[in-house]
Antibody, heavy 120, light 108 residues
Framework: EVQLVESGGGLVQPGGSLRLSCATS????????MHWVRQAPGKGPVWVSR????????SYADSVKGRFTISRDNANSTLFLQMDNLGAEDTALYYC?????????????WGRGILVTVSS | ETVLTQSPGTLSLSPGERATLFCRAS???????LAWYQQKPGQAPRLVMY???KRATGIPDRFSGSGSGTDFTLTVSQVEPEDFAMYFC?????????FGQGTRVEIK
């Protein structure tokens, strides 16, 4: 059974940082591109970032470019999202998601999400 | 950016009724790269349909997808109690990959 479990969220002040983790199991992690998708309360999901299977290629939504960094540890089947200079607009439920393969950009499996709240 | 507009916002149905959900794109979705997801409170979203009409693993055949270009439909032929949820469409044909705002299918 495929499992994706996010952690590392919480309450942070504007301008602060958080590092999200996504522990995975049930599939060959190193064979898949991985993504972060976020969803603000009452809104539709928004794609945030993706990383290639090897971790050498990354891509970001314009809204987070230069502030967020996606990375992965294939040895431990874990995905990360380093979030810096956070603002209120970054408040959302953050999901880790598995690509259908390598660059399809639709999401075969999702975690349950982790809440990030940016507020003073 | 391709904006996806879903309608209706809420669909109130009784079990056994037919559910028809619409997703309209602001520009043509290339190569029919359109997916649908089901989301229930507190649960991980679940892929329902991809490539417009291909059912994801484990999705029952009462779910079907259709459409092309800018207009797409997800149909549930006879809604079961476990189908009451939020549904989102997503286009993955052109960056940025975008989602609709959702249709809630609720028990009447």
């Amino acid at each position: 059974e495929v499992q994706l479990v996010e952690s590392g969220g919480g309450l942070v002040q504007p301008g602060g940082s958080l590092r999200l983790s996504c522990a995975t199991s049930g599939f060959q992690f190193g064979n898949y591109w991985m993504h972060w998708v976020r969803q603000a309360p009452g809104k539709g999901p928004v794609w945030v970032s993706r990383i290639s299977s090897s971790g050498t290629d990354t891509s970001y939504a314009d809204s987070v470019k230069g502030r967020f960094t996606i990375s992965r540890d294939n040895a431990n089947s874990t995905l990360f999202l380093q979030m810096d200079n956070l603002g209120a607009e970054d408040t959302a439920l953050y999901y880790c998601a598995r690509d259908h393969g390598t660059g399809w950009y639709y999401f075969e499996d999702w975690g349950r999400g982790i809440l990030v709240t940016v507020s003073s | 950016e391709t904006v996806l507009t879903q309608s209706p916002g809420t669909l109130s149905l009784s079990p056994g009724e037919r559910a028809t959900l619409f997703c309209r794109a602001s520009q043509s979705v290339s190569s029919d790269f359109l997916a649908w997801y089901q989301q229930k409170p507190g649960q991980a979203p679940r892929l329902v349909m991809y490539g417009v009409s291909k059912r994801a693993t484990g999705i029952p055949d009462r779910f079907s997808g259709s459409g092309s270009g800018t207009d797409f439909t997800l149909t549930v032929s006879q809604v079961e109690p476990e189908d009451f949820a939020m549904y989102f469409c997503q286009q993955y044909g052109v960056s940025p990959w975008t989602f609709g705002q959702g249709t809630r299918v609720e028990i009447k």
